[in-house]
């Protein structure tokens, strides 16, 4: 009986010292940092740049063609972002998550030279389509109306993906979405706002339609006359038909003004600029270039198509363009101031101008 009592204490020192091992068995280590991924980055259509995108404006939601460069962006014109969002560990962006647009904010600037960033609020949600298939992303919005007259368009994006870390790279700055010479700006904070360079898209078609934003049927251009005193007499537009007073016509020694002109309320346009009061039109005149030509017949011989070149200029005060019709010192004949092969140089065509 003593030798079993013995065993039996053996077998409960046993125990206790397997049952005291395995509490201090060696305890599973984890990472203090959870496991990162790469940061996913914008690419254009191009695929030649990292950070960049393809930026291009047409007149419908689909954006396959721009309107092309000799004509300019409307209200109501599309602007197309479209861009391969890539991401080496397979995050992406879907279309029920949209994170890369609801980010997008756009700015504008009405003077390219002398005017202020203004965000663009009237871009909404419901204004930004957004695609997505795989990494192809394309977001697209319509010119608003609170955009006409702008000069200078701008926006800013993030790159992002809906799950990730990280799920985002970098803000994507672009002060001007005609610009061809710089990528956008690229931080990992957002500015306030596009900033003072030309950052461009990196790969704007070349067949976007350029600034100003016009507004249609409330945007004119018109013809006016310098007076003695320098300044312009902008009650009488020698374009508005039915005039045939000597106020509205153009004489040899007169000094003309082509200015461009914007409603301001978007409604028609009328006659002739107002410049002042609590409404004012917008001078949109120094964003355009003008081309002088002559227009109809003159004893039986049409108007050349050649430009007319001498005389021309631009009001450096105002922007309009410029043209003195024959030599004002009356130092040498008018008629020998042009060599366009008219039988009596400008006399007897109407002046006609373009601005672009």
Do not use: C
Not at 113 to 119: C, I, K, L, S, T
Not at 276 to 294: E, I, R, V
Not at 318 to 329: A, K, P, Q, T, V
């Amino acid at each position: 009986m003593k030798k079993l009592a013995i065993n039996k204490i053996a077998l409960s020192l046993f125990l206790a010292g397997y049952a005291a091992s395995s509490a201090y068995a060696i305890t599973p280590a984890t990472t203090t940092n959870a496991v990162q991924g790469s940061a996913p980055v914008m690419w254009s259509q191009a695929g030649t740049a990292a950070h960049t995108m393809t930026v291009r404006i047409s007149n419908n939601a689909t954006g396959t063609t721009a309107i092309g460069n000799g004509e300019k962006a409307k209200v109501g014109d599309y602007i197309h972002i479209f861009y391969n969002l890539k991401d080496v560990d397979g995050d992406q962006d879907p279309v029920t998550a949209r994170k890369v647009a609801g980010t997008l904010k756009v700015w504008m600037k009405l003077d390219r030279v002398n005017g202020a960033w203004q965000e663009v609020t009237d871009i909404t949600g419901t204004a930004i389509a957004y695609e997505t298939n795989g990494e192809e992303g394309h977001i697209s919005f319509q010119i608003s109306n609170s955009m006409a007259g702008a000069e200078q368009i701008g926006f800013q994006l993030q790159e992002r993906t809906e799950f990730g870390s990280p799920d985002h790279g970098k803000w994507l700055n672009v002060a001007d979405i005609w610009s061809n010479t710089n990528n956008p700006g690229t931080g990992d904070d957002r500015p306030n706002d596009p900033g003072t360079g030309d950052e461009g898209p990196g790969d704007p078609d070349p067949d976007n339609p350029v600034g100003p934003v016009e507004l249609p049927g409330a945007t004119a251009l018109g013809i006016f006359k310098y007076k003695a005193d320098g300044s312009v007499d902008l009650t009488v537009n020698l374009a508005t038909t039915g005039n045939t007073d000597a106020a509205s016509t153009p004489m040899y020694g007169d000094k003309l003004a082509a200015i461009v002109w914007m409603n301001n309320s978007g409604g028609t346009v009328s006659n002739a600029p107002n410049f002042t009061g609590s409404t004012p039109d917008m001078n949109k005149s120094s964003a355009y270039s003008y081309t002088w030509h002559l227009d109809g017949t003159y004893e039986g011989d049409a108007a050349p198509a050649a430009a007319i070149s001498f005389g021309l200029g631009r009001d450096s005060t105002h922007g309009y363009g410029m043209i003195e019709l024959g030599d004002r010192s009356a130092t040498v004949k008018h008629n020998l101031k042009y060599s366009m092969g008219t039988k009596a140089g400008l006399q007897g065509y109407k002046l006609k101008v373009t601005a672009n």
